[in-house]
């Protein structure tokens, strides 16, 4: 299975970040948005994979602040896109 992420974005004056991307997952597969670089960071927010196999979130950031990295994995491990660095505004 593949994960990509097509748009990160974290915003430090409101503390919010924008992540999306698609997926060669099944559809109803939870990925989770990690604050950080590991798999084993704190997840700030789960994303579902739709039907053509995008995904996206939009919330708060502020675990992800300190380390201005993200990650998403499945959930229950499995494939992973490890350091994400967004584009930070």
Request: zero cysteines.
């Given at each position: 299975a593949v994960v990509q992420v097509t748009k990160a974005e974290l915003r430090l004056r409101f503390g919010k970040v924008s992540i999306s991307g698609v997926s060669s997952q099944s559809p109803g597969t939870v990925l989770q948005c990690r604050a950080g670089s590991s798999a084993t960071s704190p997840v700030i927010?789960?994303?579902?994979?739709?039907?053509?196999?995008?995904?996206?979130?939009?919330?708060?950031?502020?675990?992800?602040?300190?380390?201005k990295s993200l990650s998403?994995?499945?959930?229950?491990?499995?494939?992973?896109?490890?350091?994400?660095?967004?584009?930070?505004?």
């Open positions: 927010g789960t994303m579902l994979v739709g039907a053509n196999g995008s995904w996206t979130f939009t919330g708060r950031a502020l675990k992800a602040m300190f380390s998403v994995t499945t959930f229950g491990g499995g494939p992973q896109r490890l350091d994400v660095r967004p584009l930070i505004k």
